[in-house]
């Protein structure tokens, strides 16, 4: 499995997927809060919040996230690598989650990376070090438990594809779906809604700094339920 793992990531980085990745997520995300005026801006709100930030890349991880995993069944499976895979002496499952942690792996770099961003601010603020250190912890854990989420999405899409194209396009909608428009489908049809079905408000209530474990909970069954739906799919196909 670590052996598997392993060439995902090194994928990663010999075919510049992951630099191209990086690349566009800080240039993306430097230009809305520090470059371009508008509602992102950081130094025209005139406070020392990275909220803006969190709100950006949510949207951009609906897009980025499906670009890590268009490829790593569907590719797989059309060059031929995935009926090898086969007949390895490993189980599907563990096929499946050694692609996923690398996915996640090069998510956790993506964040790390933006600390430079807390570093920023931190200087910024009047005194210097006025952030609120709660709530930018609490989004970063709901931004990282997101992107994981839409990970399993993208692994899911992948794994039913045979085009990394269609699994891109199809994870994308999915996502959006998930995040934004299955709470405003709801909202239309039945009125005003007391439960949420969609990513986006668990996502917005880790986001205020308090971390209530069923919004954790709620991440995890579905990353664990898509990926389970990966490997049930790999299942059948494997027969």
Not at 137 to 163: E, P
Request: glycine share 6%.
């Amino acid at each position: 499995m670590f052996s598997l793992f392993r060439k995902e990531v090194a994928y990663f980085f010999t075919s510049s997927v992951g630099y191209v990745v990086i690349a566009f997520f800080m240039l993306f995300n430097s230009l809305f809060l520090w470059v371009l005026s508008g509602d992102y801006n950081i130094i025209e709100s005139g406070f020392a919040s990275l909220h803006p930030f969190f709100i950006l890349s949510a949207w951009l991880f609906v897009f980025l996230i499906p670009a890590l995993t268009m490829r790593s069944i569907s590719e797989e499976r059309r060059i031929g690598m995935l009926l090898l895979l086969f007949t390895r002496p490993i189980s599907l499952w563990k096929i499946v989650l050694a692609k996923y942690l690398a996915v996640i792996f090069l998510l956790i770099i993506l964040l790390l990376f933006s600390g430079v961003y807390i570093y920023i601010l931190w200087n910024l603020g009047k005194p210097i070090g006025n952030i609120d250190i709660a709530t930018t912890a609490g989004s970063y854990v709901a931004l990282f438990l997101l992107g994981s989420t839409f990970a399993s999405v993208g692994m899911i899409a992948s794994a039913v594809s045979k085009n990394q194209i269609i699994a891109f396009i199809l994870a994308t909608f999915l996502n959006f779906l998930f995040f934004f428009g299955i709470d405003e489908l709801i909202s239309i049809i039945v009125g005003d809604i007391f439960l949420s079905f969609g990513f986006k408000a668990y996502f917005e209530d880790i986001s205020r700094g308090v971390i209530d474990t069923r919004n954790v909970v709620y991440f995890l069954c579905i990353i664990f339920f898509l990926l389970y739906l990966t490997q049930l799919s790999l299942q059948i196909e494997k027969k």
